[in-house]
């Protein structure tokens, strides 16, 4: 055999699978799993190329036959919540997955404060942890969480991951602790199986969760590139950044606020999307729930995330193909933060980016902690999100969120400030946290008062107010409440780009 075909033939065999390959699932199927209830039921792997692969579940039978590159796929009709199934896949061999349940499937994603476990971390206990952990036991529930990877091209399976398992206080202990209680309240009122997802990774910008396409569409976003590149133009930079992070974790502190994640390849545009979401775009789920935004308050980055956020949302959207799917995500709490960052300007940003259809925000001002920039109560947080579903998806009849900004006009020296969800509208002592400013855009501290659902904010030293904002700085002081007694998020009235 001469050198070119031998060469073909080894390129050939890395390519496609052998013909006696047997046939796989991408890791992300396994027995205890939870499928999407009232839509197409998808199931798809690897066999060898032009195989026959026959997918039962529950009553119903689809074929499918391997493409050159032993691709294959089988939908098949949309089931109601139930179960317990088998799914069944024979080719040359056959795979059997058992106990699965039809119910509703939640992608829970994000950074740290996504991914804190129920445990807790060694340094940042969760509330009551121990008895939650010991109360941890709901066959309903069904948990999957992802190994962490990179990646800088999409892949079509995750690295590693547990395997679905049923929720108990063993495989709860290291789950993502805002999923779990979201999981828990939703499972509770609504009566149908939950499965929760858990792709998350600590200290994670927002841009290395969206794919390639989704931030070149938008041309404002390009900095993220540049940001990149400013950082990792040499070894040492990067070493550099891998020290301060070992240290700081060897001595049992949160790492110090750094201008690159001590691995680049997690931080790098897209790479958390290619390797830890884009595995999961051919399943259907119900809805994504989301706590991001700290790594991205730097100043000079800060900025972007009015337009890196809400274009996220958008390029997930598009990649699963499914719609404007519920996405509910949390507003990031108070912490002092350093004076380089802005969260004041993060927190609105994610406040605006309510404009997007079936979105939904968590406020947790009043879970901020001044010295952890891991809140303790990771039950408020959980609930806040469930509540949002319950509202948005599940159709119930409740105020789900709190006082959310709606306009401001200046009148005989005062700014009145309209709010939307401000039934009841109320604050726990005289109201706090509201700045005001003149056409200059220098705010200063101002009083306030509340007047039915408005709140009408002056200050001596600013004679003629234009402009109003509420909790802005990284550890805001803030006290206003609607009658549901969810809190009021961050905002400004000054013009933001």
């Not at 997007?356 to 001044?370: H, P, Y």
């Not at 109560?377 to 006082?403: C, D, F, H, I, W």
């Not at 200050?459 to 206003?480: H, I, K, M, Q």
Request: hydrophobic share 40%; net charge negative; glycine share 8%.
């Amino acid at each position: 055999m001469n050198p070119r075909s031998l060469f073909l033939l080894l390129v050939c065999a890395s390519l496609f699978p052998a013909a006696n390959a047997e046939v796989t699932l991408p890791k992300i199927f396994s027995s205890h799993m939870v499928i999407q209830r009232d839509m197409p039921v998808h199931v798809w792997g690897i066999a060898a190329p032009g195989e026959q692969v026959t997918v039962s579940f529950h009553g119903s039978t689809g074929d499918s036959t391997a493409d050159p590159t032993g691709k294959w796929s089988v939908y098949l009709p949309p089931q109601p919540a139930g179960g317990p199934f088998t799914l069944e896949v024979r080719a040359a061999n056959t795979l059997r997955l058992d106990d699965i349940l039809v119910g509703d499937l939640w992608f829970a994603s994000g950074q740290s404060n996504m991914e804190m476990p129920l445990q807790g971390f060694p340094n940042s206990k969760t509330v009551n942890a121990d008895k939650e952990i010991a109360d941890a036991n709901h066959p309903q529930i069904r948990l999957l969480h992802v190994e962490h990877n990179a990646s800088d091209y999409p892949l079509e399976d995750v690295k590693g991951v547990t395997g679905w398992s049923v929720c108990t206080p063993d495989t709860a202990r290291n789950f993502s602790a805002a999923a779990y209680f979201f999981g828990r309240n939703l499972q509770k009122q609504e009566n149908v199986p939950i499965g929760l997802v858990d792709s998350t990774w600590g200290g994670t910008p927002a841009e290395a969760w969206t794919s390639l396409p989704g931030i070149a569409a938008d041309a404002s976003l390009m900095p993220v590139f540049a940001a990149r590149a400013q950082h990792m133009d040499s070894e040492s930079s990067v070493q550099r950044l891998q020290q301060l992070d070992k240290q700081a974790r060897s001595q049992g502190k949160t790492p110090p606020p750094l201008p690159w994640h001590p691995d680049p390849v997690s931080w790098q545009p897209a790479g958390l999307y290619n390797a830890m979401v884009a595995p999961f775009t051919p399943m259907p789920i119900r809805g994504v729930i989301w706590y991001q935004g700290e790594s991205n308050a730097d100043q000079g980055m800060a900025s972007l995330y009015s337009h890196l956020f809400p274009a996220m949302i958008e390029d997930w959207r598009h990649q699963w193909k499914q719609g404007d799917f519920p996405f509910l995500f949390v507003q990031i709490s108070a912490y002092p933060s350093s004076p380089q960052s802005e969260w004041g300007l993060v927190r609105d940003a994610q406040r605006r980016t309510l404009s997007l259809a079936n979105t939904g925000m968590a406020v947790i001002l009043d879970a901020g902690e001044k010295n952890n920039i891991h809140p303790a109560n990771k039950q408020v947080v959980g609930e806040r999100l469930s509540v949002l579903a319950r509202k948005m998806v599940y159709g119930e009849k409740l105020t789900a969120s709190g006082p959310l900004f709606r306009l401001a006009y200046p009148e005989k020296g005062a700014m009145h400030v309209w709010f939307d969800h401000a039934d009841g509208l109320t604050s726990k002592g005289a109201p706090e946290g509201f700045e005001i400013a003149g056409p200059d855009g220098n705010f200063v501290a101002a009083q306030a008062r509340i007047e039915g659902n408005t709140v009408i904010v002056t200050s001596a030293s600013v004679a003629e107010p234009r402009y109003v904002r509420y909790a802005w700085p990284n550890f805001p002081t803030s006290n206003l409440y609607n009658g549901a007694g969810l809190p009021a998020s961050t905002f400004t009235s000054y013009p933001v780009p």
